[in-house]
């Protein structure tokens, strides 16, 4: 039975950002293509502070190039909707509210996302 439960949640598709609303934080992070230096570091840097993310309800969504991981939505809606130009690394926090917190065209350190995080509201406030 735990093969099956597994087997289904790995299909189950990314829900879409709307859907994540008042449940989740998003690091939305855009980036040209794969390659872009940026976005590796910005990887790195989510790697080292997974636990950290997890525990503040963060999720990331990235759109390289057309494509979009970590949510349904299409890329050159989220790039339209975010301002995040198709051609340039650009990554925008996004808290629970559906609201922009910070917004950046470099690589957010994890001291800058818990702070910032930690000052919200609704973290201050006991809704993590």
Do not use: C
Request: proline letters at 5%; a positive charge.
């Amino acid at each position: 039975m735990n093969l099956l439960l597994s087997a289904v949640l790995m299909a189950v598709p990314p829900s879409s950002m709307a859907v994540m609303r008042w449940e989740k934080r998003i690091l939305l992070v855009s980036a040209p293509d794969a390659r872009d230096s940026r976005l590796n570091e910005q990887r790195r840097i989510m790697k080292r502070w997974k636990a950290e993310a997890e525990d503040r309800d963060l999720v990331v969504v990235e759109i390289v190039s057309g494509s979009v991981t970590g949510a349904s939505d299409d890329a050159a809606a989220l790039r339209k909707r975010y301002r995040m130009p198709a051609g340039d690394f650009s990554i925008a926090l996004i808290g629970k509210d559906g609201g922009i917190k910070l917004h950046k065209r470099q690589p957010i350190t994890a001291e800058t996302l818990e702070g910032t995080i930690d000052a919200m509201p609704m973290r201050r406030g006991g809704a993590r």
